[in-house]
């Protein structure tokens, strides 16, 4: 199963992490991950290229994570309609496919 854990600060989406493989079919052929992954990282290169913001994700097999916390104010709010966008199309992927892939928000 795939965890997703966004985390908000004064109601801004700060940072995310995305762990584990969902599980719905063979590595390779998975279209649970895939959408996670395109959607995830569709987001973080927009945050990267289109709002030229110097992020530093961590990417590894099977996990992805983003902090924004040591930004200022003004560079969170231009990240959230990006961080909302996300947040939204992974509980799309959650309502369709709650057996491999859970989306939690935490206040911090």
Do not use: A, N
């Given at each position: 199963m795939t965890e997703i854990t966004f985390r908000r600060q004064n109601s801004k989406?700060?940072?995310f992490n995305i762990d584990g493989h969902s599980g719905y079919a063979e590595e390779g052929s998975d279209i649970v991950c895939a959408a996670i992954s395109a959607i995830s990282l569709t987001i973080v290169n927009g945050i990267a290229g289109v709002l030229k913001k110097k992020i530093k994700p961590?990417?590894?097999h099977g996990f992805l994570s983003l902090d924004l916390?040591?930004?200022s104010v003004?560079?969170?709010d231009d990240c959230q309609i990006l961080m909302e966008t996300?947040?939204?199309g992974?509980?799309?992927v959650e309502i369709e496919?709650?057996?491999y892939v859970v989306v939690k928000e935490?206040?911090?």
């Open positions: 989406i700060v940072s961590t990417v590894k916390r040591g930004f003004e560079d969170i996300m947040l939204l992974l509980k799309s496919y709650d057996d935490e206040e911090v």
